[in-house]
């Protein structure tokens, strides 16, 4: 905070702190200008934090002829392998053929997709028996398949990326805050936007903060914005909402990752394994409106179980479900009533307001490093930065060591494994797991308070250890236990404490499946 209070005048002001957000602040701030980022709750706690958990060129893609788009985010894959080595993961994915002539084609198509990864390629698809899925895919219906068709793709824990951008930024001179909400735009006399007033949440101080440049990357919040720039501004987003369920990692017992390619309203499913469960989605249901916490429709989860169901032998029920979420994609909204919606989300679109607010929005995760420099490049274009070089496409993210071995969980703190084990070596308590059923140890809770900027519950079991996304029971069950470590290192008092349990029951109650 004391940044705030010497540093009124700032180059770049980003308001959201999601993939994109953080992005730009990196780049801005390794192009060297000082920049500052708030987001109003927590790092990722939009659609950051509820993606696929693909690293990904996108194979829907690539049947629709995006050509270019797929190209492109392949490149931005094989960057994001090398520069957050500790976070992202070679996948391999199986496509049961049930077809012989789906067959042929995914093996075509995805012979295209290794083509245009290029150097960058993370292994060769090829063809395999029906015996050779049977045997990899051990959970799979062998009744009617030909075979399969295996490639490879990237895999990753979406908020943790999100968390280590922000220390990087931080690292690299960004002053980069949650919790701090943005709440009018400020202008100077021509009308031009040259700042913001934002606030503190925990202390509810009111900041007015100047800026050269100020960067709308708030997602599906990004109209909210633009209607502080102009009242009179319509919608131009309209929210479609995509849910994925975890699973026991019994349902899909190997290491591959499953790919249905068409599901009956004609989007892609998968089952992933992702930190010794599986997350099984997505759906794509468009809504009238936003939130922070979106939540699942019975129709959606009906959907999901009813489509693994066709493919699997062991059937999947709603007793099975260890936490469900909802994410958001902003989708463009149609002009006028004979204008069907289409989706933006594929490719990132930056817009630039009368008054010099710019925008950015639509991409995916796997583009963020991209979308980021095509952002401060505007800036530039449009003369409000001074020019300065992109620096970002071999910049190491914080924790990036090298290391390919995930055989204990911890791997994914990457070069802050050792400061964990050092607290577990001061205080063996901290070596303890935090429930029965997770693999989480207290010694990751304490590191996320004092190193990863975590405040309150959920930012701790939402988005630092994903207690939440993997097992919300058991993140329900041991809330009252890390308010009390959080109340202890923050020096917070009992109402505090208390506050934090029930706000954390209540949004984790969302996570749950109602019978
Ligand atoms: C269901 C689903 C699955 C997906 N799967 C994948 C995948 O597997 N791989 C992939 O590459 N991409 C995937 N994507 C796309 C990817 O998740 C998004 O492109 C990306 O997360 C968008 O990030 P963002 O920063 O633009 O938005 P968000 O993550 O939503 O961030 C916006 C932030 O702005 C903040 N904010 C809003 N208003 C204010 C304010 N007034 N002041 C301060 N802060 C504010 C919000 O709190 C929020 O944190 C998926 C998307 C969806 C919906």
Redesign the pocket.
Known sequence: MNQLKEQSQWDVII????????GIALDSTTRGYKTLL???????????????????GGVRYLAQGNIDLVKE?LYERGLMLKNASHLVRNQSFIIPNYKWWDAFLYTVGLKIYDFLAGKLSFGTSLRISKNETASRLKTIKQENLKGGVVYHDGQFD?SRLAVNIAQTAIEQGATVLNH????KLLKNEAGIVNGVV?KDAETNTVYSLNAKVVIN?????SD??LQMDDALAKNSIRP?????LVLDKSFLPGNDAIMIPKTDDGRVLFLVPWHNRVVV??TDTLLDSHS?EPTALDKEIEFILETANRYLIKQVTKNDVLSIF?????LAAPKDKSEKTKEI?RSHKIIVSKSGLIT?????????RRMAQDTLNKAIELGKLPASKCKTKNLLIHGADGSTDTSQHLYIYGSDTKGIRQLIDESPELGEKIHPRLEFIKAEVVWAIRNEMARTVEDVLARRVRVLFLDAEAAIEISPMIATMLAKELHKDNEWKQGQISNFIEIASRYVIKN
């Open positions: 308001v959201g702190g999601g993939a994109t957000g953080l708030l987001e109003q709750v927590d790092f990722a706690k939009g659609t950051s934090s509820r993606s696929t958990k693909l690293v990904h985010a979406d701090f909400k943005v709440e934002a990357a708030t997602g599906v919040f909210d914005i479609s909402q995509g849910v994925h989605g997505t922070l909802a994410g958001l994609r902003p989300s950015i929005t639509g991409g995916k995760w796997t583009t963020y």
